[in-house]
């Protein structure tokens, strides 16, 4: 039964919550003053290693596109998908065309456009970074093994074959594989 009692108990309850809301309110405050050289210093790390970490995400996809190769150093790795462009409107109408909706289902139609040549949808590759949950540093201090210098040659082959990379582009990447060699031999 809806009484004034039960109002009374709501308006406590709401009370109460401002006043803990008051009182996390002052004590975060207060912490924020004692802690801000440490929440300064934390703030400016973390805004350095989203720096490091977008110019490691530059050179290990220039490194890919030019060597092919997906394991990187550290864990680091490539992941390649693929992204659709294409005109919403045409794809609707394809879509009723192929009896798959009366409205556009994306997910549908992009699975389906991923496996099928439709005239209006070209691709793009799309490159992702990937990073470990932690860096694997024993492997950075290693030097490369025969198997890897063989596995980057094929790669840099590989990608000249196909025609991702000109001549130019490969002879420049054996040559950066020689020299990275010939410093860890030093």
Not at 19 to 47: D, V
Not at 126 to 152: C, D, H, S, Y
Request: proline share 1%; charged share 35%.
């Amino acid at each position: 039964m809806f009484t004034k009692e039960l109002l009374l108990d709501y308006q406590t309850k709401i009370d109460e919550v401002e006043r803990l809301k008051q009182e996390y309110n002052e004590k975060k405050r207060q912490f924020e003053e004692e802690n801000e050289n440490l929440i300064l210093t934390l703030n400016s790390l973390q805004a350095g290693l989203e720096m490091k970490k977008g110019e490691i995400k530059v050179l290990a996809e220039a490194d890919f596109k030019r060597t092919g190769v997906k394991k990187l150093l550290g864990g680091i790795g490539i992941r390649e998908g693929v992204n659709l462009i294409y005109d919403t409107d045409r794809a609707f109408v394809w879509a009723k065309e192929h009896s798959l909706c009366l409205q556009l289902d994306t997910k549908a139609f992009e699975k389906i456009a991923k496996e099928t040549d439709i005239d209006f949808v070209s691709r793009e590759t799309k490159i992702t970074v990937t990073f470990p949950a932690k860096l694997e540093l024993g492997e950075v201090n290693q030097t490369m093994k025969k198997e890897e210098i063989e596995e980057i040659l094929e790669s840099i082959l590989s990608a000249f074959e196909e025609g991702r990379i000109s001549r130019p582009e490969a002879e420049i990447s054996i040559i950066e594989l020689f020299k990275e060699i010939v410093e860890e031999v030093k």
